[in-house]
């Protein structure tokens, strides 16, 4: 399966953090804002505000002198002992964080072996997640999650996973038809994100960004009830601008 990389602000912003991250971790007994400035190449402004991203999501700390060590975030997560429990632990406080900041359930998706799945999510009862009452992992077409990944697919990709589930109609708005499906995912740039306007489930709309780095497809996914739709595209920007945490904590 071939990909179709087109890196979006997010992965920008999650590579740099990478790069803040190795910098800070050199340093045992802390590290300067000058001095990472001088050795990660980041203006003071780009370095500001991914320190301030790192030191909410526990990857780094600011000691008395107010210089940045390593955080405990980064030491359980950098732990072989039960890395995959922190890991899981981690992404689920940023989640939960980002479902508050937004008001809305979100949701990380990944395609793995050709089939659509979920990996976790994030919602409370003032934010619902969205029932299943149709598997996910032939409902691709409808979902704004499904719709992203699949448009980070080439179109052999595409067509593969539409030959192998049948585009049911699940609303009167869904899409059953795989070459308007297919244009419109050819025709959409990787920055905007993919809407689902009552195609899954009515009563429900729905947005989704992606979150690929290196081989992996990702997507981060909100839900809304309908009658919250007039927030929908204002939640899928913000969704867009704070998807960095969620794809660092996947790259870590």
């Given amino acids: 399966m071939a990909l179709k990389h087109e890196p979006t602000a997010p992965?920008?912003?999650?590579?740099d953090a990478?790069?803040?991250?190795e910098t800070v971790a050199r340093h045992s007994t802390g590290v300067t804002d000058a001095e990472l400035v001088r050795e990660t190449g980041l203006d003071t402004e780009r370095l500001t505000t991914l320190l301030r991203m790192l030191r909410?999501?526990?990857?780094?700390?600011?000691?008395?002198?107010?210089?940045?060590?390593?955080?405990?975030?980064l030491t359980r997560l950098g732990s072989a002992h039960g890395h995959q429990q922190a890991l899981h632990e981690q992404l689920q406080r940023t989640l939960d964080r980002l479902r508050d900041s937004i008001g809305a359930a979100v949701y990380v998706s990944r395609y793995v072996d050709g089939e659509v799945t979920i990996a976790q999510y994030a919602d409370s009862p003032d934010t619902p997640a969205v029932h299943e009452w149709f598997d996910f992992r032939s409902s691709a077409h409808a979902t704004a999650l499904g719709k992203s990944l699949l448009g980070q697919l080439?179109?052999?990709?595409?067509?593969?996973?539409?030959s192998r589930h049948k585009m049911a109609r699940l609303t009167s708005r869904t899409i059953t038809s795989d070459r308007l499906l297919l244009s419109r995912l050819e025709s959409q740039p990787p920055t905007v994100p993919h809407l689902d306007l009552q195609e899954y489930a009515v009563g429900t709309v729905c947005a989704a960004v992606p979150i690929t780095a290196g081989s992996s497809v990702g997507c981060l996914a909100l839900?809304?009830?309908?009658?919250?739709?007039?927030?929908?595209?204002h939640a899928a920007d913000a969704l867009n601008r704070n998807a960095a945490p969620v794809l660092l904590s996947l790259a870590i």
Avoid: F, K, M
């Fill in 154 to 162: 080439d179109h052999n990709g595409r067509r593969d996973h539409l």
């Fill in 18 to 21: 990478l790069r803040v991250l």
């Fill in 223 to 233: 839900s809304l009830p309908v009658a919250h739709a007039h927030r929908l595209r």
């Fill in 56 to 73: 909410r999501e526990g990857y780094v700390e600011q000691i008395t002198d107010g210089a940045y060590v390593t955080g405990d975030a």
């Fill in 11 to 15: 992965y920008h912003s999650a590579q």
